[in-house]
Nanobody
Framework: VQLQASGGGLVQAGGSLRLSCAAS????????LAWFRQAPGKEREFVAA????????YYADSVKGRFTISRDNAKNTVYLQMNSLNPEDTAVYYC???????????????????WGQGTQVTVSS
């Protein structure tokens, strides 16, 4: 499956953005999906994950209550709605996919074989 992330940009602190990740090349509903991010000088970190059905979602503590992951299997797209953004959210955001059931280690990069190219999110103070 190929993944294409979009929706990043520059936003002021307290603002919102919605990221999208469009998939192609395989049956989208077979895949568990996740968002990771990498800030300058830091390692890539887990943000959120969603099961193939959308019935299970998981979040990093740092974004819980502010970000929402969702998916539309009819549109082959996963979303990340980001509210109450702060400068610490500045990063390149990546979508990732893995075929089948969402792993118990969903927060680890190694659980995902397919990655999008990333989209830059910059939050100004």
């Amino acid at each position: 499956v190929q993944l294409q992330a979009s929706g990043g940009g520059l936003v002021q602190a307290g603002g919102s953005l919605r990221l999208s990740c469009a998939a192609s090349g395989d049956t989208f509903s077979r895949y568990a999906l996740a968002w990771f991010r990498q800030a300058p000088g830091k390692e890539r970190e887990f943000v959120a994950a969603i099961s193939w059905s959308g019935g299970s979602t998981y979040y990093a503590d740092s974004v819980k209550g502010r970000f929402t992951i969702s998916r539309d299997n009819a549109k082959n797209t996963v979303y990340l709605q980001m509210n109450s953004l702060n400068p610490e959210d500045t990063a390149v955001y990546y979508c990732a996919a893995e075929q089948g059931v969402l792993s118990r280690s969903y927060y680890l990069e190694g659980c995902y074989h397919y990655w999008g190219q990333g989209t830059q999110v910059t939050v100004s103070s």
